[in-house]
């Protein structure tokens, strides 16, 4: 993902890259973050944690990539084992390089698949191909334990309570789970980004899915492992009219639930897969992510930069969201 550049561009232009009144920044972080501990949470981060590991263990996973192929085994036994519906969406792209063609792969798990009405939980699982802002190894090894493999391991936890809760929780909704290839085959910071997500999207649109069933709410996990968590409303997922009602539902969870990790206060503005979703896709999604992460595109996204309990914080949130979703507002 990357920072909306009009938008960067326009506060730039208009002196606003700073903030335009002072924060208390160390207040900030104070009410940013709560007491809470693994033991208070329901929600186990733990194993979350240890599926992190598993998959940055298979090292570098960019699309094509042996790494990747090796996720995409991983991914399909686990969820396959939870009785999931797995779907592959393959397509292919030209090598931004050698314009060679390299073969993608959305996954795509549903969740009680006879239900016509539908939420999308979904991330990206591929990685970028070199740690790009290393300033020591550009083209080292780059395996994305926050981004990349966080939300992958928050949605394999949460496979192992989804068919308890849609059978005792949430009656209306089926869920289906997505895992874009192709967030970030870039090989320059002017690549093109979300190629997975906006090849779905396109397929949702043109009623090309292998299954039916129309998208109520979508949500978009990224970068939601680090360490030091602080998830802001993304600015495009809390402007859009259509978005704004469920990022209310959201953070109004979480303080419900007392993680004030969620901060309910509007954040940077993040092209990430969710405007793919919602602009062609016209599904409503938003962005959930914490976008401040000093390692981020460095050799340094490894799995001791993020927290069992950070995992543990968030998968709480949205699987009581998930709860109780309705699709009426
Ligand atoms: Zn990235």
């Known amino acids: 993902m990357l920072l909306g550049g ?17 924060v208390k920044w160390s207040e900030d972080a104070e009410a940013a973050s709560s007491r809470l501990t693994l033991e208070d949470i329901p929600f186990d981060g733990g194993r979350a944690y240890e599926y992190l590991k598993t998959i940055c263990a298979l090292g570098r996973r960019p699309s094509g990539s042996e790494g990747m192929a090796a996720q995409q085994d991983l991914l399909e036994r686990h969820f396959n084992t939870l009785g999931g519906t797995v779907h592959q969406q393959w397509f292919q792209i030209p090598h931004p390089q050698t314009a060679a063609p390299v073969p993608m792969m959305n996954l795509i798990v549903q969740w009680a698949p006879e239900r016509s009405e539908r939420i999308l939980l979904c991330c990206h699982y591929d990685t970028l191909p070199y740690p790009m802002l290393d300033k020591r190894n550009p083209r080292g090894e780059f395996v994305g334990a926050n981004d990349g493999a966080s939300g992958v391991a928050l949605l394999m936890e949460l496979g192992n309570e989804i068919g308890t809760i849609l059978e005792r929780h949430q009656r209306h909704f089926g869920v289906d789970f997505v895992f874009f290839d192709g967030e970030e085959f870039i090989f320059s910071e ?5 190629l997975g997500s906006e090849y779905f999207s396109r397929a949702y649109a043109g009623g090309k899915l292998p299954y039916r069933g129309r998208y109520r709410w979508g949500v978009l ?5 680090d360490a030091d968590l602080r998830i802001p409303q993304e600015g495009y997922s809390v402007g859009w009219p259509e978005t704004r009602p469920l990022v209310n539902d959201i953070w109004s969870t979480a303080r419900r639930l007392g993680v004030r990790e969620f901060v309910p206060r509007r954040g940077p503005y993040v092209r990430d897969d969710h405007t793919m979703l919602r602009n062609l896709g016209k599904i409503p999604t938003c962005d959930v992510i914490d976008f401040d992460y000093p390692p981020w595109h460095t050799m340094d996204d490894r799995p001791d930069q993020c927290s069992a309990l950070s995992l543990a914080k968030v998968g709480w949130v949205i699987r009581e969201w998930l709860k109780a979703a309705e699709g009426g507002r």
């Open 6 to 22: 009009g938008v960067v561009a326009a506060l730039a232009a208009a002196g606003l890259l700073i903030w335009p009144q002072p």
């Open 190 to 194: 002017d690549g093109r980004y979300f």
């Open 221 to 225: 996990l990224d970068m939601i492992g």
